[in-house]
């Protein structure tokens, strides 16, 4: 955003100090455009609405931080993800559970529905639920901020030049830079996973210029003790809510001037030529249930920072750089995309509104990579899954507690971890849902009086598992939802000691719970969940599509992985279930997939969820390969929701669609995203801020240029108009496959391979039908074999891979529109694209009903490498032809192969 006056002093919250708004200058605008870089020309307003549209957000996994920029005052909000209230803290947290029993409450729901067909949520709630607690949430608790790391500098003046606050997501690193007088200062910041610790380093071009005071704040909600000693402030306390210890330990070092340690726990440096700043934190939070209480946090927590100020600058960048770039550099996406010298914010505004189309592919890359990034800072191995909001909150009273959201939330926070390669990011995961099960054991007991575990709809950090204060919130199907994606990692890593040690345990726990909890429908002898219902949306029910589709996925996956781990007795109990079980899939009176067991859908309906396309995605039962009539029903379904919807709704439609295989729909979801649902930092808004939209994005561009979930590689299957030209290198395919693709005007070109485990991989595009040249990467001709668009071929464990087209075809068609009875010239060419020379080919056009063409049939000669040869035909338009689109395709065969083309013949 350009302004070219500074705004007068703004006076801050949380007892800041002056923020200044910079002016604009000519250097400033022109700032470089780097491919994977946000940047902004002025500060973040340093109030809660500034945090959430316009910070800056760094973090390691278990700590997050978000930077302000401010000049006179900058401020670094800070997080760690242990640090919540409620819990085993408060005296009467029970993990969600009953406080008394409550027979035959289970048994007379169920009665009412076997008897009405459906009844209202609220009386589930008055039956199976908990009343609210005063405060709502008091035992269950929230995620909290940590506190707020304050800079005060002395003696900068009111106005400064050449601003600029960016993060460079390729490198994990934020900063922030201008000109004050004759003197350039600088601040660099990143978070550290290797080290456990935020990183500073502040600096000035021109020696003794750095003049600064820190400090540190903390929420009124905890007792705080700050005190500084040997340039180390160290606050520390309780929450009020249930005495979780926590603390916090910055370090100052100075080079050059003075420093000072204030009795108020603040720490001066007078006259720097620079100065790095670590900060740690630490609680006493344990994952151990049921007390989640471990060791008061001082010790470990001032080894950490100890360690961390002994390796100094220098050696802390470079680890964290080459730890980060370890993940963040196996994918790189190209849309063709070129970032214009503008801040992100004004491209963010300008997207999709005329600008040049290379502008808004470098944002849609810049938001692609955003959401690898952000899964990055938010999950790594150890620490916590990331949560509604990843690993960042400025609030004491977040927006859903920033809690783990099981009926899609947390699910969607993990899609782009296994195909966008970052799998290691998705253990915290993993873990998390594991150690659901011990406190979800005693839930299913107490309140289903099954085997096995089950949670509901959402958790916090202490194993809430238990029933909740709200009608929308009761959902069984969580766990075996969150089964179903603790396997598909394994079908993308084929590693056998996951599944035996994590996986199939988790998943066999689940399936204990659902044998007991499952009941017979007596109007079709068929096995439903029941009461059951579509997340958040109509009455409870028995069998309502989402819970019976993700039973259908939990015993079809249990059936496979009990085979793989040797377990026959499950694996013959997942059969029997799978005989009997509904499966969810019905279409209903106007067409649409019945959300219902029965048909009593609206089709003025626009819910945000669409729980009852589970089925083709996440899951895959339906897919217009395997269902077209199904996938029909869907789409009529998706079309009746709209487009419209929260940010994160938005995401799952951009995956639905590519899923559906109708990019041009996926890619406008993705622009009404971008346009509507994105703030001005690029995190995802409901609203408010909820992180799932950003994950949710990734993950749906990704299907739009790969998917697995079907047996194949399926290249390119939902490739848009807009993305003409591109390329993608690092994406991951079920069987345990590193996949790159590049393509030119909308036509694959070339596949990349690499298998993990060797086996024979099957590839499907509709070049596969034409000719290819298929070699390793040096060189060596691979035999395989073509049937129809699928490529099978044989691989070596670790060896890459190269599937080259050699065909192309094109159809030229004149634009219109064109009258009936028109003839209209359309061209074919044959181009030959790599190092083969094309045999004679014979060209054939394929015509909607009642058209004709002249001649019927071409034969081209052969074509060299590089060249091309054309036939024209005359296609005449009938005189009843309607208006519109019409499609034209072409086929080109000689000797076993064919390749083919479309156009459209558009007629007004």
Known sequence: MNRRMLAGPLLLVLGAALAVVPATTPAAAAAPAEPYTLWYDEPAPDNNQGWET??????????????????????????????WTGGPGVSDYNFGNWETPRPGALEGIRERIWKEGGISPNDVLAALGLKSDSPRHRRFG???????????????????????????????????????????YTREYFASAPAGVVVARLGADRPGRLTFT??????????????????????????????????????????????????????????????????????????????????????????????????????????????????????????????????????????????????????????????????????????????LQGVWNVLEAPPWQADYHLNINVQMNYWPAEIANLAETAEPFHTYVDRLREPGRVTARQM???????????????????????????????????????????????????????????????????????????????????????????????????????????????????????????AAEAEKVLAKLDPGLRVGRWGQLQEWKEDIDDPKETHRHVSHLFSVHP??????????????????????????????????????????????????????????????????????????????????MTEMLLQSHLGAADILPALPAAWRDGSVEGLRARGAHTVGITWKAGRLREVRLTSDKGGEVKLRNAAFAGKVRVTTAGGRPVPHRAEGDTLTLPTRQGEDYRVVVQAEVSVGVPEGPH????????????????RSTLPSTRVTLGLPQGWTAEPASARLLPVRPGESRTATFTVRVPQDATAGAHPVTSSAASGGWGAGGQARIQVG
């Open 142 to 184: 929230a995620y909290q901020s940590f506190g707020d790391l304050r800079l005060a500098f002395a003696g900068l003046p009111a106005q400064v030049s050449e601003y600029r606050r960016d993060l460079d997501l390729s490198r994990a690193l934020a900063g922030v830079s201008f000109k004050a007088g004759d003197v350039r």
């Open 214 to 387: 820190s400090r540190i704040a903390v929420p009124a909600n905890r007792t705080a003790t700050a005190a500084a000693s040997g340039g180390r402030i160290t606050v520390k306390g309780a929450l009020n809510s249930n005495g979780m210890r926590y603390e916090t330990q910055l370090q100052v070092i100075n080079e050059g001037g003075t420093r000072t340690e204030q009795p108020d726990g603040s720490v001066t440096v007078t006259g720097a030529d620079a100065a790095v700043l670590i900060l740690g934190t630490g609680t006493d939070y344990a994952d151990d249930y049921p007390t989640y209480k471990g060791a008061d946090p001082h010790a470990a927590l001032t080894a950490k920072v100890d360690g961390a100020a002994a390796q100094g600058y220098e050696e802390l960048r470079a680890a964290h750089e080459a730890d980060h770039t370890r993940l963040f550099d196996r994918v790189r996406l190209d849309l063709g995309g070129v970032l214009p010298p503008i801040p992100t914010d004004d491209l963010l505004a300008r997207y999709g509104r005329g600008t040049p189309a290379a502008a808004d592919r470098a944002l849609e890359q810049l938001f692609y990579q955003y959401g690898r990034y952000l899964l990055i800072a938010s999950s790594r191995p150890g620490s916590l899954p990331a949560n």
């Open 619 to 700: 899951g895959r039962q339906v897919s217009p390969r395997t269902t077209p009539e199904l996938a029909e029903a869907a789409k009529v379904s998706l079309n009746a929701r709209t487009d419209v919807g929260t940010g994160w709704s938005k995401a799952w439609k951009i995956n639905f669609w590519a899923r559906l295989l109708d990019g041009d729909r996926a890619h406008k979801l993705l622009s009404d995203q971008l346009q509507t649902s994105t703030l001005a930092n690029l995190w995802d808004t409901h609203p408010p801020f909820q992180i799932d939209g950003n994950f949710g994005a990734t993950s749906g």
């Open 448 to 570: 289903y009086g099954t085997r096995g575990w089950v949670a509901h709809h959402a958790s916090n950090i202490f194993g809430q598992t238990g029933a909740w204060d709200h009608p929308a919130y009761f959902f069984p199907e969580s766990g075996a939802w969150l089964s179903q994606q603790l396997y598909d990692h394994y079908r993308f890593t084929l590693d056998k000691d996951y599944l035996t040690g994590t996986a199939y345990p988790v998943m066999k726990e689940t399936a204990q719970f659902w044998l007991d909890f499952l009941q017979t429908d007596p109007r079709d002898g068929r096995l439903v969940a029941i009461p059951s219902r579509s997340p958040e949306i109509g009455p409870t029910t028995a069998g309502a599509s989402m819970s019976q589709q993700i039973l259908w996925h939990l015993f079809t996956d249990l059936r496979e992985a009990a085979g793989l781990v040797g377990d026959e007795e499950y």
């Open 54 to 83: 316009r910070s800056l957000p760094i973090g390691n996994g278990p700590m997050g931080a978000t930077v302000f920029g401010g000049v006179e005052a900058e401020r670094l909000q800070f997080n760690d993800k242990t640090l």
């Open 819 to 834: 009258r009936p009875g028109a003839e209209v010239p359309v061209t074919v060419t044959l181009a030959a694209i790599d």
